[in-house]
Structures are given as structure tokens and as C-alpha cells.
């Protein structure tokens, strides 16, 4: 671990962009979430961590609503982003989603070209004018996806050629690509070799000068060299929140120090 | 001794085998089941496979075989006059196997003693009257030579029957003793077992491939026969299909175009109404059903495939075909005639094949990762968008196939076609007039007293043949596309 990096850090906003108050889960009578309340703030790398079914990732897909699609979910309690509550009967899930970004564990380009991948959500929303405006928004996309110099010369090949590490940070362009405020990853590098992990740690601390990310890993190296918060989650109680550097020096709850030292999880 | 004994004995050989192999082999290893190299089944079912195999891989042979020899040699003893009186070497052969046959169930029945069938001669008796007494009918008088030659044609097949019987309980018996001596501890039965079920699977793909040849040549032949009867240029680009059933070749016009536009344009509307109606249904039942509806609702939707063709033909002739004549017809617009016409069986034939498309759309559907669809509604795309742009392109290769895979069904529909769209050929553009297809005019031309060398029933192979090239030329085009979509999206 390398804590001299997480001294250096500084948070450079305090912000709260999303604000969970009382959340709580059920996939059919599994209490998968119990209580859940934390600010995450803007521009701003969260990290959540936690042993293999506390309920990390099911709360990560409360944040954009993905857990919308699944027939059993139920959730209760508010979640506001900018002060607004997004499970409000107003709120079309799928405007939210536009604003809430996903990157997925595997990662999962469309069976489509480079180009259109990362033109999907810009078209579906309408965020270019003509050929010319989209070419530039796939582009910057690109870049900030720190993939562009790698795929400028063969745009039109299919995304499902790319490797495993190129077509992560593919995704990451793609979820760029729609402008979205905050970014919400579930454990974006489990799939890929540490080669690939360091591009990708590399751009989520790039990211966070633009978007709230909020990202979910089981390795606590990775929250620790790429989170300024942290999270632990256990059994569905969120244990700990606080500063990156206070939970891996000096946690306050017993199980998070078991955690973080090896004994549990 | 009858067959069926010498299957039921050959049968035994195997079981009995079976036993003494596995307890043979527990005996070696003293009846510790772990010396043993393979599970005792695997010894006993190594004998049982070297009685039966072998043997019986000797008498398909022998039963292939045997004919062509008792022929040869029956025609051999035959006088080359016989045969150049007008008639064929298959005709006077059909009268000797016709009298053999007789003499068979006169002795069956007790009217003759074997000794009298062998013996019987026709200065002494009249054979006819002999076996007409029996209820074996001949069409004329048994000329000497005919009974000679279907007293050797009996006397050989008797004779080969017996030499088979005992071969082949030889080669069982011996089989069995083989592999027997052989179950002992050390013997690798299980491997020795699983070759065997190997060349079994290899033997079934075998059977689909060498029959699909066998009828490729069948066809061949006879299409080659038609073709020397009648000119290749007249069939292929002939606009008249009027074949005449008064006498050999002459009047009769056979251009196959009439019928190919009408199976063209059949299996068009078909598909016409069954891509659209079979995909939608797919995409929802898939997609927006949940799993109460879906799980009742895929299952009628099959039903429609398991329903007779003609019973559709039914449906086609009695409702369909009156509904648009009320619609279309003389009182209304005056663009139908009859009930029967292209639009009334390509309705139906469409109705047939929506669950074709859809039941095999909805597999392919389904079998896009979830990951894709979460991918896109994470950006913010609606259902709808992500079935659009996202699922059907990835399932595009495998909803090609099950088109394609209807489009073969529609061209080689019979039965719609005969009760739904009438029996006359002609070329039109109008869909409410009665037309016909392929499959329909093979059916007309073969059905009745077919003369077999006359081109209106060798025509029936042509047609065959042309619709065979038709299917194939279809599904390679179907491979191509899929495999054209298969580059882009994979």
C-alpha cells in the first residue's frame, strides 16, 4: 500500500453530490441493504468496500437505478442526487441513467465498432448536432477513456477485438461519452491483469476532476491508491465511512480493522 | 429357420455372453472388483458387442448380397430367346420371383409337398391352375423355362438362407469366445467398450450423409433419363406447364418457370406474414413478457408448429379462402375469382411458419448476454432503443438463419398449396389467382398410374431435382450471410 500517496491527496471539493438516507433492499425476502446512509461528495474517487455479498455492488445499481430491471428488487429510504430524489415518481430512470454512468465488472463492449460504441449513448440522447459534432464528442470520449492513441487508426473494427484492458477503458470512453455527473464502477478491474489495472487506476484519477466516481473492489490496494473515501460495507450495514487514509491507518469499528488486516471477509 | 430366431438366438449369444464375460473377469481378479482394470459391466459388455457386431455386420452384407447373386445365376440358366420376346430381363425376372413366391405359399399352405415344388414340371401339371388353387394369380401360362428358373431361384435362396444362419452363428459364437477369452483382469475393457460406442455415433452421422447421397444420385438419374426425353432448354425456360396423360411424350408442355414463380411467390407472402408477426412475437415473449405470460404463452405458439400441414390446408381451403373471396371477390372488388389462389395459401402457409421464426428467435434472443443489455440501459437507453440497436444486431445472424430456415419450409410445402392455392399453373403477377408450385406437380405427376418411363412422371424427378439445387443454393446463401454478420458482430 502506498500511503504516502493517500497523504499527498487532497480532496478538492466537499461537496455532496449524492446523499442516501435509510436505504434499504430486498431481493424478494433477502434484506439485502439494512439502513444505509452516506454523502458521497463531487469530484471525488468513493471507494466501497467489503467482503463478497455485503451489498456493495447492489447499492452501487441503487444509485442509477439499475436495480430497476430485476423483478424482485425492492428498495426503500431516499437517495438524492444535487438534492433531488432520484426513486421520485418524476424521475424517469432512464434520463437518470444518462446523468448516472456505469461501468460494469466484465467488460461488455456492444457486438458494434469502436465508433458506434462510444456513439451509442450520444445518439440515443441526441447530444450531436451533425456527423462532424458526434466525431468530436467519440474522440474526446476516446481520450478521456485514455484509449484514443490506441483505436484512432482502426475506429471502425469491431470493439469486441480490442483486449480485455483496452476494452474496459472502451466502456469507460462509452460512459463518458453521454456526460454523465457521476460514475459509478463495480469493480472495473477484477476481469483484467495489472498491466490493464494500472491504465484504468490511472484514468479513475484522471476522471475525478470531472465526475463524482464511485467505484466498488475487493482489492483494498486499489481503494487505497485510487479512493480519497471509503466505505465498508458488511452484511449489508455499511460499518465505516470516512477518509481513504483514516480506514486503512486508523479504522474506529473492529470488524473493519479485521477486514482491512486479513480476518475476516 | 425363420429370421426373427435367428435375431432372438444372436440376441441370447450377447446376453449369455455378457454373464460369463463379467463373472470371468471378476473370477481373474478374485473377486476384488478394484484388480480389475475397467467396472465388470465393461467386460460383459465387450463380449456382448463382439457376439453381435461382427455377426451382424455379416448378415446385412449376406442380406444385401444374396439377391444379386440368386438373380445372376437364375438369369444365367434362362435362354437369351426369353428374354429379346418384346420384353425386359425385369419383366421375366418378376414372373419367375411370381411363380417362386407361388410355389412358396402352396407349400406354406399343404396344397404341395417341397418334394412336389422342386420336381413339378409343366408337361405334367398345370402350374397356373396349381397355384391359382392357392390364390396366387398369374397372369399367363408358366412357360418350362420360368419354372425351372423359380425352382433354382427358391432352391438357391433356401440354400443361402441356411449357409447365412450358420455363418452367422458362427461368427457370434466365435465373437463371443474371442472377447470371452480375453476378460481377464488386465484386459482394457472399458477403453475396448468405448471405441465401439464411438464407431456407433460415427456409424449414425454416417447414415444422414450417405442417405442424403443416395437420394442425390436417385434423383440424378432419373432427372438425367427425363432429359433424354425431353429437351433441358424446354424445361428450364418453358412458360407452359400442360402435361398430357393420354400417351407417351408428344403434346405435353413442361416449362418449369410457371411453376417456379408460383412457388416463389407463394413462399413470399408467407414470409411476407410470418417474419414480421414470428419476430415481434419473439421480442416481446423475450423481452417485455414476464415469466407468467411467456411460460404460457411460447407453448401455444409452438402448438401452431405441431399442427398436420393439412389440416392447414383445411383452414386454407374452408375459412381463408371464402373470407378473402368475400373481401376481394366479385361483389366487392372483383380481384378474386375462386377461393383458391397464391394469397389464400401464402396467408395460411405464413400462419404456419410464425412459429418458426419466432420460437427460434426468441433462443437466439435470449442467448445475448445480459451484459449487453445492461450495458445499454447504463447509458440511458430506453428498452425499446436497446432492443434496436443493441440486441437484434447481435441476434442478427441467428434471426437470418431461422428465416432462411422457414424460407426452406415455405418452398417445400405440399399439402397448403394443393387445398389453398388450386392446381393450375400460370404465370401472373396478381395474387388472388390460383397458382401452384413444385412440390404440388410432383405429387399430381406421380399420384395414379405412373408410367415411369414417360416424361410426364419422370418430369416429377426434374422438379425434384430443381427444387434440391433450389434449397441447397438457399442454405449455402444463408451460411454466407450468417457468417458475412458473424465477422461484424462477435
Known amino acids: 500500500m502506498n500511503d504516502m500517496r493517500i497523504v499527498e491527496r487532497k480532496v478538492d471539493t466537499n461537496e455532496v453530490k449524492i446523499a442516501a438516507k435509510d436505504v434499504q433492499v430486498f431481493y424478494g425476502d433477502n434484506h439485502a441493504i439494512k439502513d444505509v446512509s452516506v454523502e458521497i461528495e463531487d469530484k471525488t474517487v468513493t471507494a466501497f468496500i467489503g467482503p463478497s455479498g455485503c451489498g456493495k455492488s447492489t447499492f452501487l445499481r441503487c444509485i442509477n437505478r439499475m436495480n430497476d430491471t430485476i423483478d424482485v428488487c425492492r428498495v426503500k429510504g431516499d437517495i438524492l442526487i444535487d438534492g433531488e430524489d432520484i426513486y421520485d415518481a418524476k424521475v424517469d430512470p432512464v434520463q437518470l441513467r444518462a446523468k448516472v454512468g456505469m461501468v460494469f465488472q466484465k467488460p461488455n463492449p456492444f457486438p458494434k465498432s469502436i465508433y458506434d460504441n462510444v456513439a451509442y449513448g450520444p445518439k440515443i440522447h441526441g447530444l450531436a448536432k451533425n456527423k462532424a459534432d458526434l466525431d468530436d464528442i467519440v474522440e474526446n470520449a476516446l481520450r478521456r477513456g485514455a484509449i484514443w492513441d490506441e483505436v484512432k487508426d482502426r475506429l471502425h473494427a469491431p470493439g469486441t477485438g480490442l483486449s480485455g484492458g483496452q476494452q474496459q477503458r472502451l466502456c469507460i470512453a462509452r460512459a463518458v461519452a453521454t456526460e454523465p455527473e457521476v460514475l459509478l464502477m463495480d469493480e472495473p478491474c477484477s476481469a483484467l491483469d495489472p498491466i490493464a489495472t494500472a491504465q484504468v487506476e490511472e484514468l479513475i484519477d484522471e476522471l475525478r476532476k470531472s465526475y463524482s466516481v464511485v467505484i466498488v473492489t475487493h482489492s483494498m490496494q486499489q481503494a487505497a491508491r485510487v479512493s480519497q473515501k471509503t466505505a465498508f460495507f458488511h452484511l449489508g450495514n455499511l460499518v465505516e465511512y470516512g477518509e481513504t487514509s483514516n480506514i486503512f491507518t486508523n479504522p474506529v469499528d473492529p470488524r473493519t480493522e479485521s477486514y482491512i488486516t486479513g480476518r475476516i471477509g | ?490
Do not use: C
Not at chain 2, 134 to 148: N, P, Q, R
Open chain 2, 1 to 490: 429357420m425363420p429370421f426373427t430366431w435367428l435375431l432372438l438366438i444372436l440376441a441370447a449369444i450377447a446376453v449369455v455372453g455378457y454373464q460369463m464375460g463379467r463373472s470371468r473377469a471378476l473370477k481373474s481378479a478374485g473377486g476384488d472388483r478394484r484388480v480389475l482394470h475397467s467396472l465388470p459391466v465393461y467386460y460383459g459388455s465387450n463380449v456382448a458387442m463382439w457376439a453381435i457386431v461382427p455377426a451382424a455386420a455379416v448378415l446385412i452384407v449376406w442380406l444385401l448380397a444374396q439377391p444379386f447373386f440368386v438373380n445372376s445365376r437364375v438369369l444365367a440358366t434362362l435362354p437369351d430367346t426369353m428374354v429379346s420376346e418384346g420384353s425386359s430381363i425385369g419383366l421375366v425376372m418378376s414372373d419367375v420371383r411370381r411363380v417362386a413366391d407361388g410355389l412358396d405359399t402352396a407349400v406354406a399352405q399343404g396344397a404341395m409337398s417341397r418334394d412336389e415344388a422342386l420336381s413339378l414340371s409343366t408337361e405334367t401339371s398345370d402350374v397356373r391352375e396349381r397355384l391359382g388353387d392357392v390364390g396366387v394369380a398369374l397372369g399367363s401360362a408358366v412357360s418350362a423355362e420360368v419354372l425351372k428358373g423359380a425352382q433354382l431361384y427358391r432352391t438357391l435362396n433356401a440354400t443361402g438362407s441356411t449357409l447365412m444362419t450358420v455363418l452367422v452363428l458362427l461368427i457370434a459364437l466365435g465373437g463371443a469366445a474371442y472377447a470371452y477369452s480375453r476378460s481377464t483382469a488386465d484386459f482394457r475393457a472399458r477403453n475396448n467398450v468405448e471405441r465401439g460406442i464411438l464407431a456407433l455415433l460415427i456409424a449414425a452421422a454416417s447414415v444422414a450423409i450417405l442417405t442424403t447421397i443416395g437420394i442425390l444420385f436417385a434423383l440424378l438419374f432419373n432427372t438425367i433419363e427425363f432429359f433424354k426425353l425431353y429437351p433441358a432448354a424446354d424445361f428450364f425456360f418453358g412458360t407452359n406447364w400442360a402435361p398430357s396423360f393420354s400417351g407417351r411424350g408428344g403434346a405435353s408442355d413442361l416449362g418449369v418457370l410457371p411453376l417456379l414463380w408460383g412457388t416463389f411467390y407463394i413462399s413470399f407472402i408467407a414470409l411476407l406474414v410470418a417474419v414480421p408477426i414470428g419476430l415481434f412475437s419473439a421480442i416481446y415473449l423475450s423481452e417485455y413478457a414476464g415469466p407468467k405470460v411467456r411460460g404460457i404463452a411460447k407453448p401455444l405458439i409452438e402448438i401452431l408448429a405441431g399442427i398436420p400441414t393439412i389440416v392447414y390446408g383445411l383452414f386454407a381451403l374452408l375459412t381463408v379462402g371464402p373470407l378473402l373471396v368475400s373481401m376481394f371477390g366479385k361483389e366487392t372488388l372483383g380481384w378474386m375469382q375462386g377461393g383458391t389462389a397464391v394469397m389464400t395459401a401464402g396467408l395460411v402457409m405464413g400462419i404456419m411458419l410464425i412459429p418458426f421464426v419466432s420460437s427460434l428467435s426468441d433462443d437466439i434472443i435470449n442467448a445475448v448476454p445480459q451484459a449487453m443489455r445492461d450495458g445499454s440501459y447504463g447509458l440511458g437507453a430506453t428498452k425499446s432503443e436497446t432492443i434496436r440497436q443493441v440486441i437484434l444486431p447481435a441476434a442478427l445472424p441467428g434471426i437470418v438463419g431461422a428465416i432462411l430456415l422457414a424460407a426452406s419450409r415455405a418452398i417445400g410445402e405440399t399439402m397448403i398449396v394443393v387445398l389453398g392455392a388450386g392446381a393450375a399453373a400460370r404465370l401472373s403477377l396478381n395474387p388472388f389467382e390460383a397458382m401452384t408450385t413444385i412440390t404440388a406437380k410432383i405429387v399430381s405427376q406421380l399420384t395414379g398410374d405412373a408410367d415411369f418411363a414417360s416424361p410426364e412422371a419422370l418430369v416429377a424427378f426434374a422438379l425434384g431435382m430443381t427444387l434440391f439445387v433450389l434449397t441447397l443454393g438457399l442454405n449455402i446463401f444463408a451460411l454466407y450471410i450468417v457468417r458475412k454478420y458473424r465477422e461484424q458482430y462477435d
